[in-house]
Nanobody
């Protein structure tokens, strides 16, 4: 059974940084993409970033390009989201996801439970 466990969320001031982690287990992910999505109160879940486990190709939403970086540590089976220059509008529950095909729609196969990120102004 696949498990995705996020950590690293918290409260940070605008302009600050946070690094989210997603520990993946339960299967071989070498043919998968790993993604990060977020959902703010009253809004739909939106795509943030994704990475191919095999090629390392990365994908970003326009709203986070140049500020967020997604990466993989193969030895630890962990995906990271480094978030810099955070803005109050980045406040949301951030969730890790996994699926073979990368796409911006929030219908990926596997999901973590989410971690809260709050950016104060």
């Amino acid at each position: 059974q696949v498990h995705l466990v996020e950590s690293g969320g918290g409260l940070v001031q605008a302009g600050g940084s946070l690094r989210l982690s997603c520990a993946a287990s339960g299967r071989t992910f070498s043919d998968y993409h790993m993604g990060w999505f977020r959902q703010a109160p009253g809004k739909e879940r939106e795509f943030v970033a994704a990475i191919s486990w095999s090629s390392g190709n990365t994908y970003y939403a326009d709203s986070v390009k140049g500020r967020f970086t997604i990466s993989i540590d193969n030895a630890k089976n962990t995906v990271y989201l480094q978030m810099n220059s955070l803005k109050p509008e980045d406040t949301a529950v951030y969730s890790c996801a996994a699926d073979r095909a990368v796409r911006s729609s929030a219908d990926w196969r596997y999901w973590g439970q989410g971690t809260q990120v709050t950016v104060s102004s």
